[in-house]
């Protein structure tokens, strides 16, 4: 991630470029402000501007091998460490949910706790740091940097740290092995321990102003109407990640909707509604069917869990359950592989350029048909 690509923040970004080209580079450093804000972000970015080959105007260029693999979030001397869930006997680590991890960064680094808890299924457990992650951390600082350049070390919402765990850290926070760097991050540096904020430098990220929210909003997320940009901002209150996160759930709002008029006409196949619908998606882009297909195979696949659960959908909310309940009686192990292989297919021809209007109207009516087997097998 570039400089430019982080929300705002000039001073603060003006302030990283400096130390490091001054050489002043820390090797203990704490990101804190409020959720939303861009901590992450920025200290990704920090950690790119300093890897980066070919540093040009006070950003990384996002060209070389270091960036690219930064924008991949795959550069090999950039390690992650998180507050997670205890799951059974075993102690896991940050390492073992790294995958949920990175899809989550994929989306969007300015997720918040609450977003990584749902991306754990975790949302009414408590997320902690263990002893185990800490000694992790520790055996991480001692390998050898792939690159030749300086390692990083970021720790995600420090805050989460026992007493305990953070003594663990104590000392390598204190003496890190040569070119390593940790960037702590926190959205409450009232709840960290003095041990950890008296070892560090700290960089204050401030709330984003509206107008940062406004122009992120036209600018990244591609938002049109006036209208909604302001509800968006008015909403966010300082908080970018608050406006992104509606903003996709809108999306799905529009998409489940969609989704079940769909089912309806395909089952009752409704030749002259399901043209119409095939129209609507063609008119609105590739990227939106493909948005639409995958949810739609979200909510076919959580139709067959549902039956097997006895309606315990965990990823549902009440509207989305309502719908499974009713429609999830034609769904069943007779044509769930048959519905899903059609949506995947249907998937790989979008991508693959196919003309999206005649993919859909064959879809629909290959979706009525396995419905309908349903049916006539349970008759
Ligand atoms: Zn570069």
Redesign the pocket.
Known sequence: MQFKKVIGQEDVKRGLVQAVDDNRISHAQLFFGPPGAGALPLAIAYAQYIS???KTDGD?????A??KQFENLQYPDLHFSYPFVNVGSRKPVADDFAEQWRKMLKETTYADVHHWRSKLDAENKQLTYNVEEASSISKKIWLKSYSGGYKFIVIWLCEYMTVYVANKLLKSLEEPPDKTIFLLISENPEALLATITSRTQSVKVRKLSDDEIRTALVLRDGVISNEKVEQLVQMADGNYFKAWLKLRQDEEDVHFELFVNWMRMCYKKDVAELVKISNDLHASGRENIKEFLDFALFMVRQCIVGNYTQGELSRFGPREAEFASKFAPFINSGNIFQLSELINQAYSDISGNVYSKLVLTDLSLNMHKALRRSVEQDA
């Open positions: 980066c080959t070919n990384s260029c996002g060209m070389c270091p960036c």
